[in-house]
């Protein structure tokens, strides 16, 4: 006996599935018909999914299909995910923001939250760079004005993520960056491409003003 139940497509905040007891129900205009059948070994079924979404719908929805098989021998799942946009304009957007620093031992973390602002479904990339800030200043012998400078002291990049960030949702991202940093002052930015027109871009600038410590 086959049995097939759709649930909504719903990740985690690091973009794992989260278990079927914590997704909730799909709504009553997403069905199978059958649901439940069975079929003699080496046929095949001819299995219908309709859905009828309401007229405010908008945008992407996303779903998982899933079939359980169950006999003497075992217990086999299988399904496929299944995406529904309605509306005539896809719209990308994200927003990016730091969301913590914390200082460990030999590394400070850093997160950063990609939210998707839009109605369809995003994959990211990110890039992050830390640099040391040297101020403009004027010397004194000379008068010359040094001009503002900058050192890259970190350059992390994080591939295209396969697991995809659904309209609404929001996905964090995480980089080690050294904790033990000379005084002086820094910046950190962060990029993440997604496929809109622009990219999400954040950072932040902060000063280390005593050994080993960064005050923000």
Same mark, same amino acid.
């Given at each position: 006996?086959?049995?097939?139940?759709?649930?909504?497509?719903?990740?985690?905040?690091?973009?794992?599935?989260?278990?079927?007891?914590?997704?909730?129900?799909?709504?009553?205009?997403?069905?199978?018909?059958?649901?439940?059948?069975?079929?003699?070994?080496?046929?095949?079924?001819?299995?219908?999914?309709?859905?009828?979404?309401?007229?405010?719908?908008?945008?992407?929805?996303?779903?998982?299909?899933?079939?359980?098989?169950?006999?003497?021998?075992?217990?086999?799942?299988?399904?496929?995910?299944?995406?529904?946009?309605?509306?005539?304009?896809?719209?990308?957007?994200?927003?990016?923001? &730091?969301?913590?620093?914390?200082?460990? =031992? %030999?590394? @400070? $973390?850093?997160?950063?939250? !990609?939210?998707? #602002? +839009?109605?369809?479904?995003?994959?990211?990339?990110?890039?992050?760079?830390?640099?040391?800030?040297?101020?403009?200043?004027?010397?004194?012998?000379?008068?010359?004005?040094?001009?503002?400078?900058?050192?890259?002291?970190?350059?992390?990049?994080?591939?295209?993520?396969?697991?995809?960030?659904?309209?609404?949702?929001?996905?964090?991202?995480?980089?080690?960056?050294?904790?033990?940093?000379?005084?002086?002052?820094?910046?950190?930015? &962060?990029?993440?491409?997604?496929?809109? =027109? %622009?990219? @999400? $871009?954040?950072?932040?600038? !902060?000063?280390? #003003? +005593?050994?080993?410590?960064?005050?923000?």
């Amino acid at each position: 006996e086959i049995t097939g139940r759709i649930l909504p497509l719903v990740l985690s905040i690091r973009g794992e599935f989260l278990p079927e007891e914590e997704r909730g129900e799909a709504p009553e205009w997403v069905q199978l018909s059958p649901a439940d059948f069975t079929i003699e070994p080496g046929r095949t079924k001819r299995v219908r999914l309709s859905m009828r979404p309401p007229k405010d719908a908008d945008g992407g929805y996303y779903y998982d299909i899933i079939f359980r098989s169950t006999s003497e021998e075992a217990i086999v799942e299988s399904g496929s995910n299944v995406m529904l946009f309605v509306g005539s304009e896809v719209i990308k957007k994200g927003q990016l923001e &730091i969301t913590s620093i914390k200082r460990e =031992e %030999e590394v @400070a $973390i850093v997160d950063a939250l !990609f939210t998707n #602002e +839009g109605n369809y479904h995003l994959h990211m990339s990110a890039e992050f760079v830390l640099r040391r800030v040297f101020p403009q200043y004027e010397e004194e012998e000379t008068g010359r004005i040094v001009p503002r400078q900058t050192e890259t002291i970190a350059l992390i990049s994080l591939p295209m993520d396969t697991s995809p960030i659904l309209p609404g949702t929001s996905r964090v991202l995480s980089f080690q960056i050294p904790a033990a940093l000379e005084l002086g002052e820094y910046e950190m930015a &962060i990029r993440a491409d997604y496929g809109g =027109e %622009e990219p @999400a $871009i954040t950072g932040l600038i !902060f000063s280390i #003003e +005593g050994s080993n410590g960064a005050d923000g």
